[in-house]
């Protein structure tokens, strides 16, 4: 809903108003960095990545600063341990690590003396009943979205994620949504890439991932983020030690979509 | 409160022991033309220091010591009256004052007593008639009540084309802003380019930033006082104009003559109208509109009893094709009667109703549903001023408001894939009595003191939870019906003057004030979604301490007024969110406040000439806004967003010749504290900004000039009077940054880059008023 009225007060500011956009200089000073950890594991593979970064400055002309020394590891509740291993641009991973469900796993990133860890525990994958692409017009543009039916799972809090890759280019993240207002329905999540821009002729797979509340937190965080926010800040991890990122331990399926003339 | 009436049974009588027995005049100061009552006119016996004002109904009462007196009867842009009256018993005297607009030749100007701003006991007030501000420039041509009281000291800007301001640091949701006294819940339009008050309709406004009196409470910070037109009760007459946004008229004119009359006034935009040319059914279709209208009537019965009715209301409408709509607007409806039980004892008894409602409407697909929200409150107030004699005067009365809040709820179709949802609405009464004496010891020493007292009632039925730390709910209480909880308040307010001559005085003030209705705004702009809440059992009343001292002083015979007055405010229990916080729609919303402190304290110049040609004002108000959460910025101390260094305002307006006048204002202030991120990293390949320091950054410095011309052609007939103003908002252009956000350049993605949209550049106006 936010959403909506976000989008009719920026269409009516365009409209009224003779805004202009123009690129400036602001003096930002330099936080102390932090350490950033992407651990995203699914059950699409069982070859797992783990990325360590860390916070660089704004002007800086690269978008993050790898690690390359981090001690990473994921245990299960079995008493599994999985090490990963140091594969270059801050990714570290492990060949062998088939998810299990009702299996809780644990992170542990040890970085020099720090320590960060999280917990993680696979979710049941809400299997999608149907999928097409619909198109909608806004101000007469057309814009186009992957549409995805499903039944929603009544009485338990379900959260989803999507990130989508447009011709083979790396996935990104999408959106994510929750079912607060549409528990136990029969529901449509309309997809499109990060910045809204799918095309006819664009051939689209979308991942959709079942997360746990504390992802979709974060995740949702990310995607209100904008200039209308009176106090920004950083998203909630649930890593600990004041780390950025998140741990998530999913259930994921890919779904490819070719953006046709309807 | 059994301490309240000791209080005021003691004042009482004390106050009745030294009202001798002398003759009272009493009556109303009117308008000559239109039988409007004036509020705040002087009533002054030549050569005495007994003088008095009328309130605001226009009634007056004077005692005097000789059966034959001479008096001044004087306000701002009227002729000064002067009368002699032989009185040998209480007697009515009723005045009539000519207004120098209707004068061919220049006459002495009066402003109201011409020192009043030095020896009134009051502090932290300003005072304006819709005559006096009518050449200052305004955006799109609209004359603005709100926008103009944004230009005196201490009254922070809300930006570029918001309604919004901050008195002495406070937040935008902590000033009463009453309608012939209805509360206004929200007074912005189309998202504050304009303001709920259309000027036509409106006579007169009271500001209080400090010292506010005791017959005002419910918001910390400011009290905004506006009293509609009563209609001309002599003839019929009409007022409007045509302007490039919106068009205006008024009608007015008598029910029985000398008696009673009515007042109608509406406006609307039509903006939209363009929309229609649209080839596209769907932008064709779009709404983009708002209409005002106000209206009152009022009917003398006879010397004793006055009946007034008066209402407003307001609506925005916007919407998307047949896609998406979304409307809100307030109404108020005021009943009020005026009874003199004696010439010292004057009654007003209200019954008030006012509230703010919003609907969205979404019909997309198989997703449809509308979205509803209220705020309403019932008011009954009773409001007594004794006028025991020239020095002492008590005010005192009580109020029972009750306020409701329906959260906005989600109603879904059968075949919709939304659910409906409804969040339980809450409501509280608060009833308050007060008592507030204004005292003239001594020629050199005039106060005006009170006390106000209120419980604030949570009232059930609801379920009320618990939470711990995190914000989590730990437990649940449900009530049926009922007082759940009360919270006790009392209020001291005082505000002193000592007057060293007639031409420079030192006041002081203070004032604690309880607020029960807290606004919850997380984005930088007010949305008419924002939600209400009351105290309940988590959220405690907010408080405001404010401390007051200033120097007044006039020179050049009264022509120049000048003063600076330094405040410190401490404000408890404060309202802020946890990240990502959840306003919509969530029952378990109390979990995601934050509670804390704030502080403010600042230095405010003014000066002004309201004589000759030229005439105008500057203020500069030097301050700093801070707030204090446990859980926000590691518990240190941060800037408010209001928190503005420098805020200056010149407003200059010039009698170039009979036909033409000259207005001109310039604005500087620092910009608005906000948070930039102190760094960047990647997630998932999407960048993301890292955050520090709350508030820790400044938006650039704003400044803007503003010109504006009336021309009013030779009055061709007595009646018809027409004239045109011609403005220039932001006269050089400038473009004062709205927003500045961060994002991946377009080309690089591994390089971000600041941007700025600015929002409006020049716009020239022009409208066309008429009244005959």
Same mark, same amino acid.
């Given at each position: 809903?936010?959403?909506?009225?976000?989008?009719?007060?920026?269409?009516?500011?365009?409209?009224?108003?003779?805004?202009?956009?123009?690129?400036?200089?602001?003096?930002?000073?330099?936080?102390?960095?932090?350490?950033?950890?992407?651990?995203?594991?699914?059950?699409?593979?069982?070859?797992?990545?783990?990325?360590?970064?860390?916070?660089?400055?704004?002007?800086?002309?690269?978008?993050?600063?790898?690690?390359?020394?981090?001690?990473?590891?994921?245990?299960?509740?079995?008493?599994?341990?999985?090490?990963?291993?140091?594969?270059?641009?801050?990714?570290?991973?492990?060949?062998?690590?088939?998810?299990?469900?009702?299996?809780?796993?644990?992170?542990?990133?040890?970085?020099?003396?720090?320590?960060?860890?999280?917990?993680?525990?696979?979710?049941?994958?809400?299997?999608?009943?149907? =999928?097409?692409?619909?198109?909608?017009?806004?101000?007469?543009?057309?814009?186009?979205?992957?549409? =995805?039916?499903?039944?929603?799972?009544?009485?338990?809090?379900?959260?989803?994620?999507?990130?989508?890759?447009?011709?083979?280019?790396?996935?990104?993240?999408?959106?994510?949504?929750?079912?607060?207002?549409?528990?136990? =329905?029969?529901?449509?999540?309309?997809?499109?890439?990060?910045?809204?821009? =799918?095309?006819?002729?664009?051939?689209?797979?979308?991942?959709?991932?079942?997360?746990?509340?504390?992802?979709?937190?974060?995740?949702?965080?990310?995607?209100?983020?904008?200039?209308?926010?009176?106090?920004?800040?950083?998203?909630?991890?649930?890593?600990?030690?004041?780390?950025?990122?998140?741990?998530?331990?999913?259930?994921?399926?890919?779904?490819?979509?070719?953006?046709?003339?309807? | 409160?059994?301490?309240?009436?000791?209080?005021?049974? $003691?004042?009482?009588?004390?106050?009745?022991?030294?009202?001798?027995?002398?003759?009272?005049? @009493? %009556?109303?100061?009117?308008?000559?033309?239109?039988?409007?009552?004036?509020?705040?006119?002087?009533?002054?016996?030549?050569?005495?220091?007994?003088?008095?004002?009328?309130?605001?109904?226009?009634?007056?009462?004077?005692?005097?010591?000789?059966?034959?007196?001479?008096?001044?009867?004087?306000?701002?842009?009227?002729?000064?009256?002067?009368?002699?009256?032989?009185?040998?018993?209480?007697?009515?005297?009723?005045?009539?004052?000519?207004?120098?607009?209707?004068?061919?030749?220049?006459?002495?100007?009066?402003?109201?007593?011409?020192?009043?701003?030095?020896?009134?006991?009051?502090?932290?007030?300003?005072?304006?008639?819709?005559?006096?501000?009518?050449?200052?420039?305004?955006?799109?041509?609209?004359?603005?009540?709100?926008?103009?009281?944004?230009?005196?000291?201490?009254?922070?800007?809300?930006?570029?084309?918001?309604?919004?301001?901050?008195?002495?640091?406070?937040?935008?949701?902590?000033?009463?802003?009453?309608?012939?006294?209805?509360?206004?819940?929200?007074?912005?339009?189309?998202? %504050?380019?304009?303001?709920?008050?259309?000027?036509?309709?409106?006579?007169?406004?009271?500001?209080?930033?400090?010292?506010?009196?005791?017959?005002?409470?419910?918001?910390?910070?400011?009290?905004?006082?506006?009293?509609?037109?009563?209609?001309?009760?002599?003839?019929?007459?009409?007022?409007?104009?045509?302007?490039?946004?919106?068009?205006?008229?008024?009608?007015?004119?008598?029910?029985?003559?000398?008696?009673?009359?009515?007042?109608?006034?509406?406006?609307?935009?039509? $903006?939209?109208?363009?929309?229609?040319?649209?080839?596209?059914?769907?932008?064709?279709?779009?709404?983009?509109?708002?209409?005002?209208?106000?209206?009152?009537?009022?009917?003398?019965?006879?010397?004793?009893?006055?009946?007034?009715?008066?209402?407003?209301?307001?609506?925005?409408?916007?919407?998307?094709?047949?896609?998406? @709509?979304?409307?809100?607007?307030?109404?108020?409806?005021?009943?009020?009667?005026?009874?003199?039980?004696?010439?010292?004892?004057?009654?007003?008894?209200?019954?008030?109703?006012?509230?703010?409602?919003?609907?969205?409407?979404?019909?997309?697909? &198989?997703?449809?549903?509308?979205?509803?929200?209220?705020?309403?409150?019932?008011?009954?107030?009773?409001?007594?001023?004794?006028?025991?004699?020239?020095?002492?005067?008590?005010?005192?009365?009580?109020?029972?408001?009750?306020?409701?809040?329906?959260?906005?709820?989600?109603?879904?179709?059968?075949?919709?894939?939304?659910?409906?949802?409804?969040?339980?609405?809450?409501?509280?009464?608060? $009833?308050?009595?007060?008592?507030?004496?204004?005292?003239?010891?001594?020629?050199?020493?005039?106060?005006?003191?009170?006390?106000?007292?209120?419980?604030?009632?949570?009232?059930?039925?609801?379920?009320?939870?618990?939470?711990?730390?995190?914000?989590?709910?730990?437990?649940? /209480?449900?009530?049926?019906?009922?007082?759940?909880?009360?919270?006790?308040?009392?209020?001291?307010?005082?505000?002193?003057?000592?007057?060293?001559?007639?031409?420079?005085?030192?006041?002081?003030?203070?004032?604690?004030?309880?607020?029960?209705?807290?606004?919850?705004?997380?984005?930088?702009?007010?949305?008419?979604?924002?939600?209400?809440?009351?105290?309940?059992?988590?959220?405690?009343?907010?408080?405001?301490?404010?401390?007051?001292?200033?120097?007044?002083?006039?020179?050049?015979?009264?022509?120049?007024?000048?003063?600076?007055?330094?405040?410190?405010?401490?404000?408890?229990?404060?309202?802020?969110?946890?990240?990502?916080?959840?306003?919509?729609?969530?029952?378990?919303?109390?979990?995601?406040?934050?509670?804390?402190?704030?502080?403010?304290?600042?230095?405010?110049?003014?000066?002004?000439?309201?004589? #000759?040609?030229?005439?105008?004002?500057?203020?500069?108000?030097?301050?700093?806004?801070?707030?204090?959460?446990?859980?926000?910025?590691?518990?240190?101390?941060?800037?408010?967003? /209001?928190?503005?260094?420098?805020?200056?305002?010149?407003?200059?307006?010039?009698?170039?010749?009979?036909?033409?006048?000259? %207005?001109?204002?310039?604005?500087?202030?620092?910009?608005?504290?906000?948070?930039?991120? @102190?760094?960047?990293?990647?997630? &998932?390949?999407?960048?993301?900004?890292?955050?520090?320091?709350?508030? #820790?950054?400044?938006?650039?410095?704003?400044?803007?000039?503003?010109?504006? $011309?009336?021309?009013?052609?030779?009055?061709?007939?007595?009646?018809?009077?027409?004239?045109?103003?011609?403005?220039?908002?932001?006269?050089?252009?400038?473009?004062?940054?709205?927003?500045?956000?961060?994002?991946?350049?377009?080309?690089?993605?591994?390089?971000?880059?600041?941007?700025?949209?600015?929002?409006?550049?020049?716009?020239?106006?022009?409208?066309?008023?008429?009244?005959?």
């Amino acid at each position: 809903m936010t959403r909506s009225i976000y989008l009719l007060i920026s269409v009516f500011v365009a409209f009224v108003s003779v805004s202009c956009e123009e690129i400036i200089e602001v003096n930002l000073n330099e936080g102390d960095p932090k350490y950033v950890i992407e651990a995203d594991l699914t059950t699409l593979s069982s070859d797992q990545f783990i990325r360590v970064t860390q916070t660089v400055p704004f002007s800086a002309d690269i978008p993050s600063k790898s690690i390359e020394h981090a001690l990473v590891s994921v245990s299960d509740s079995r008493g599994q341990v999985f090490n990963f291993t140091y594969q270059g641009e801050g990714y570290y991973s492990f060949k062998n690590l088939k998810l299990q469900e009702n299996v809780v796993y644990d992170l542990s990133v040890r970085i020099d003396n720090e320590l960060f860890e999280a917990t993680s525990r696979l979710e049941d994958f809400v299997a999608v009943d149907s =999928l097409g692409v619909i198109e909608e017009r806004i101000f007469n543009e057309p814009y186009y979205f992957v549409l =995805l039916k499903f039944n929603d799972p009544i009485d338990i809090p379900n959260y989803y994620r999507y990130s989508t890759s447009v011709n083979g280019s790396t996935f990104k993240f999408s959106s994510v949504f929750n079912d607060k207002f549409n528990d136990g =329905l029969f529901v449509s999540h309309e997809i499109t890439n990060s910045d809204n821009s =799918l095309a006819i002729g664009d051939s689209v797979i979308v991942r959709r991932q079942c997360i746990s509340k504390d992802v979709y937190d974060y995740w949702n965080e990310v995607q209100f983020a904008n200039p209308g926010n009176a106090a920004p800040s950083n998203p909630k991890s649930n890593i600990s030690n004041g780390a950025f990122g998140y741990f998530s331990v999913t259930a994921a399926k890919e779904y490819g979509v070719r953006i046709e003339m309807l | 409160m059994r301490y309240f009436l000791l209080v005021f049974t $003691a004042l009482f009588l004390s106050i009745s022991a030294i009202a001798q027995e002398k003759i009272t005049i @009493s %009556g109303y100061v009117k308008d000559a033309a239109s039988g409007e009552v004036l509020i705040g006119a002087v009533v002054q016996i030549k050569g005495t220091q007994s003088v008095t004002s009328t309130n605001n109904y226009g009634y007056y009462a004077l005692q005097v010591a000789e059966p034959s007196v001479e008096l001044f009867v004087s306000f701002v842009g009227y002729q000064v009256l002067e009368q002699s009256v032989n009185v040998t018993e209480n007697k009515r005297y009723n005045f009539e004052l000519v207004s120098l607009e209707n004068q061919l030749e220049e006459v002495v100007v009066s402003m109201k007593k011409q020192n009043d701003n030095v020896t009134n006991a009051q502090m932290g007030a300003f005072n304006f008639t819709m005559e006096e501000v009518k050449n200052i420039p305004v955006v799109f041509g609209e004359r603005d009540i709100l926008k103009t009281i944004q230009l005196l000291p201490g009254i922070g800007k809300g930006g570029e084309g918001s309604s919004n301001f901050y008195v002495r640091g406070g937040g935008s949701d902590q000033n009463l802003i009453l309608l012939d006294e209805a509360t206004v819940y929200n007074a912005a339009h189309l998202l %504050g380019f304009f303001s709920t008050f259309n000027s036509d309709a409106i006579k007169d406004v009271e500001l209080y930033k400090g010292g506010v009196p005791a017959q005002y409470g419910g918001r910390v910070s400011s009290v905004m006082d506006i009293n509609m037109v009563d209609g001309n009760n002599k003839k019929f007459a009409a007022e409007g104009g045509l302007g490039l946004i919106a068009s205006r008229l008024k009608l007015e004119g008598p029910i029985v003559k000398d008696k009673g009359s009515f007042m109608i006034s509406g406006r609307r935009t039509y $903006a939209d109208l363009f929309l229609k040319l649209s080839n596209d059914e769907t932008v064709n279709q779009s709404k983009l509109y708002f209409y005002d209208l106000n209206a009152k009537v009022n009917y003398r019965f006879n010397d004793k009893n006055t009946l007034y009715a008066s209402g407003y209301f307001g609506k925005d409408d916007l919407g998307y094709g047949k896609l998406f @709509s979304f409307d809100w607007g307030n109404a108020t409806a005021t009943v009020r009667w005026n009874h003199i039980f004696n010439e010292k004892l004057f009654s007003n008894t209200s019954l008030i109703y006012s509230d703010f409602t919003y609907n969205v409407n979404v019909s997309n697909n &198989d997703r449809d549903f509308t979205i509803a929200s209220k705020i309403e409150n019932f008011n009954l107030k009773e409001d007594l001023s004794y006028y025991a004699n020239n020095n002492n005067t008590l005010r005192f009365g009580i109020n029972l408001l009750r306020q409701k809040i329906s959260p906005a709820s989600l109603n879904a179709g059968e075949e919709s894939s939304v659910n409906s949802i409804d969040i339980e609405s809450r409501s509280g009464i608060e $009833a308050a009595a007060y008592i507030s004496h204004e005292w003239k010891p001594s020629s050199w020493l005039s106060m005006i003191y009170g006390l106000r007292a209120t419980d604030f009632m949570v009232q059930g039925p609801g379920t009320f939870y618990e939470y711990d730390e995190d914000g989590d709910p730990i437990g649940e /209480q449900s009530f049926d019906g009922g007082v759940i909880k009360h919270y006790f308040n009392l209020e001291p307010r005082l505000s002193l003057s000592v007057i060293l001559n007639s031409e420079h005085s030192v006041k002081i003030s203070y004032n604690r004030i309880a607020q029960n209705l807290h606004q919850l705004t997380n984005t930088t702009s007010s949305l008419p979604t924002d939600q209400y809440v009351v105290s309940s059992l988590n959220i405690k009343p907010q408080f405001a301490d404010q401390a007051a001292i200033g120097y007044f002083r006039n020179f050049g015979n009264n022509a120049y007024e000048f003063s600076v007055e330094g405040y410190y405010k401490f404000m408890d229990n404060q309202i802020d969110f946890r990240n990502g916080a959840d306003l919509q729609a969530n029952k378990y919303l109390e979990g995601e406040l934050l509670y804390g402190i704030g502080r403010s304290y600042g230095l405010e110049w003014y000066l002004r000439k309201s004589k #000759g040609k030229l005439n105008g004002w500057i203020s500069y108000t030097l301050a700093k806004s801070e707030r204090q959460f446990e859980q926000i910025n590691d518990g240190d101390w941060f800037n408010a967003r /209001q928190d503005r260094t420098h805020d200056i305002s010149v407003v200059g307006m010039y009698e170039l010749s009979k036909k033409w006048s000259l %207005g001109a204002t310039f604005l500087y202030y620092t910009g608005n504290a906000i948070t930039f991120p @102190s760094g960047k990293y990647q997630v &998932d390949g999407r960048t993301l900004f890292y955050y520090t320091e709350r508030n #820790g950054y400044r938006m650039p410095d704003y400044h803007r000039l503003d010109l504006s $011309a009336t021309y009013e052609p030779k009055k061709e007939n007595k009646r018809f009077h027409s004239s045109w103003s011609f403005g220039l908002y932001n006269a050089y252009n400038r473009r004062n940054a709205y927003i500045i956000d961060f994002r991946e350049n377009e080309d690089n993605a591994n390089v971000t880059e600041a941007y700025k949209v600015a929002l409006f550049g020049i716009i020239p106006s022009v409208t066309w008023n008429f009244k005959f």
